[in-house]
């Protein structure tokens, strides 16, 4: 892990800062961007001694957790009920399937019209691309489901509800945290996306207006942060699935996959 | 009703030829009556069972031996209620479970299934798999059913592996889990559809011995689908040699080896008669299998 961050840090440095090469001209070197990060008075107003910088932060995790978990309360449901249900998938998967490919930055403008309040409609905007992901994984979670474990129920007395919750839940649960996984990342991007568009505080705001007022090192200062942000956030759901699925980890450790 | 018939008792030299007739359990006579079973598919209808009658006494062993592809598990699933039957019928103690008017049995637990590739739930441990039937169908509390199923883990030698998970344990142990998981509902037939196909020779004669040690103690009906030939003489009361596509009964063998059986059995004198017996009947379904290029049904 050491050597990639090695070889990757030191890529760069020697990139723009020695070499000179000239796609990286404009680009701030290594050696700028750690030093206005640690720097008590940063040039560009930005760094980890000055408490914007956490606004920023929390401001994004705040609404990337709002996004997330109405995406999760909603979408794993929807999705559970497709996978399980052969009428109410034939219902609505095809108007699911018709909204699923339209690009989160397509429903910016409806949106911002939608909701005047543009906090709002930055969380949806998180919350739609999250909850398709989610949703989706939920219901081929259902269908990853031996079809004898269900008959296995059935011949053991289960009723259907019964059936739903110790069989459906539990077996298309893998599927529901790989989902979750892919969710939480994609909430982030589309986040990041709404926020640049139209936010206020945010790391995605921070990226942007650093841009358009020339702050460079800014800039990189806000995606690392989004790199490391967004690494714990995806880390925490991995730590959930594995205490709700404890079956699972000991099933991969026993086959060395862990 | 038919009254139950046992296979002859005829006693082995050295061993004690217990009268088996006096613990045969009342329930659990399957009588299968002219099943016909037809799949239709783009490519045309398929008769997988066709005029097919087998008449299983309660409390028996029926093994059913043919090779892979020729029906056999359609018949179970239809007394399993997992598929519809095209015609014919099906009863267990005289109770109708299908015929032409309701073409597919309810699924129940009076029927339990041991499946082809283990159905143990991987996310539960192997006590909750086991306690999972009474207590889904309310017939026991929770405590109660754990106290039954350690009772009945023990006496199947599976003391100490409650609480791992199924993939935690080798899988003939697997299969003896699932199978106790069965029996705790008290069913009147199990219902086995090659549960031991996976297994290496050692390891299944090792479980044959463990399914007649809980079969001794729970006497049930016990359908049991196999294409090992072996494995069907060693177990059975009775054995049907099946037919390939349509599936129906080609011969019908009682096995006259006295029960309690352990492995000594396989190298008798009578076992090898038997095996020699039946062996061209089974080879030629084999090959009649193999020519046709039937794949797994």
Same mark, same amino acid.
């Given at each position: ?24 001209? /404009? ?27 956490? &606004? ?40 699911? /399937? ?48 031996? /079809? ?51 936010? &206020? ?44 699925? &404890?079956?699972?980890?000991? /099933?991969?450790?026993?086959?060395? &996959?862990? | ?20 007739? =006096? ?9 299968? =009556? ?23 006494? !309660? ?5 059913? *031996? ?23 019928? $099906? ?22 299934? *041991? ?15 086991? $306690? ?61 559809? =090659? ?26 009906? $016990? ?16 054995? !049907? ?38 062996? !061209? ?14 794949? =797994?049904?």
């Amino acid at each position: 892990m050491l050597t990639g961050f090695g070889l990757f840090l030191g890529g760069w440095y020697l990139a723009v800062e020695v070499w000179r090469l000239p796609r990286f001209a /404009e680009m701030p070197g290594l050696t700028v961007v750690v030093k206005e990060w640690l720097s008590k008075d940063p040039t560009y107003g930005l760094s980890l001694y000055t408490p914007e910088y956490y &606004q920023h932060i929390g401001r994004s995790v705040w609404r990337v957790a709002q996004a997330f978990t109405l995406a999760t309360v909603f979408g794993v449901p929807l999705g559970l009920f497709l996978g399980w249900s052969r009428r109410f998938r034939d219902h609505v998967f095809p108007v699911f /399937e018709l909204l699923r490919p339209i690009p989160v930055l397509a429903w910016v403008p409806l949106a911002i019209v939608m909701f005047v309040a543009s906090e709002s409609a930055v969380i949806y905007l998180a919350f739609l691309a999250s909850f398709f992901a989610t949703a989706l994984n939920a219901m081929l979670g259902v269908k990853s489901i031996d /079809e004898s474990y269900l008959r296995a129920a059935e011949c053991l007395g289960a009723s259907r509800s019964q059936v739903f919750r110790h069989v459906i839940l539990p077996g298309a649960l893998p599927f529901i945290f790989t989902g979750l996984q892919i969710s939480v990342g994609v909430a982030w991007f589309s986040l990041v996306a709404a926020e640049m568009v139209s936010g &206020q505080y945010g790391l995605g705001y921070v990226i942007n207006t650093s841009y358009s007022m020339v702050r460079y090192p800014t800039i990189i200062i806000g995606m690392i942060t989004l790199g490391v942000v967004g690494y714990l956030t995806s880390a925490m759901v991995r730590v959930v699935g594995d205490l709700l699925m &404890q079956w699972r980890v000991r /099933e991969l450790a026993l086959r060395g &996959q862990a | 009703m038919p009254a139950a018939r046992r296979p002859e008792v005829t006693a082995a030299p050295g061993r004690e030829a217990r009268p088996f007739a =006096e613990a045969v359990p009342s329930r659990g006579a399957i009588r299968i =009556e002219n099943v016909v079973k037809v799949y239709g598919g783009r490519s045309g209808a398929v008769t997988a069972v066709d005029g097919c009658s087998l008449d299983i006494a !309660a409390g028996e062993i029926f093994m059913v *031996v043919g090779p892979s592809g020729c029906g056999k598990t359609t018949l179970l699933n239809a007394v399993a209620g997992f598929h519809d039957i095209s015609a014919g019928r $099906i009863t267990l103690d005289g109770q109708v479970l299908c015929d032409g008017t309701h073409p597919q049995a309810p699924r129940g637990p009076d029927r339990v299934v *041991v499946f082809q590739n283990g159905a143990l739930f991987p996310w539960q441990t192997n006590l909750e798999n086991v $306690i999972f039937g009474p207590v889904m169908q309310r017939k026991l509390s929770k405590r109660d059913a754990t106290d039954k199923a350690m009772d009945m883990m023990a006496d199947a030698g599976l003391s100490g592996i409650e609480h791992s998970y199924p993939a935690e344990v080798s899988s003939g142990v697997r299969r003896r889990v699932e199978i106790v998981r069965a029996l705790m509902n008290d069913p009147k037939v199990l219902l086995l559809d =090659e549960p031991y196909r996976a297994l290496d020779a050692l390891t299944k004669s090792v479980m044959h011995e463990a399914l007649l040690r809980i079969y001794y103690k729970n006497k049930v009906t $016990i359908f049991f689908i196999t294409h090992d030939l072996e494995e069907a003489l060693f177990l059975g009361h009775k054995v !049907a040699v099946m037919t390939t596509r349509p599936c129906r009964p080609k011969t019908i063998l009682t096995v006259d080896i006295p029960h309690p059986r352990d492995y000594s059995v396989l190298t008798s004198k009578r076992f090898r008669e038997l095996t020699r017996e039946t062996s !061209a009947a089974v080879h030629e379904e084999a090959l009649k299998a193999f020519q046709s290029g039937e794949r =797994e049904g």
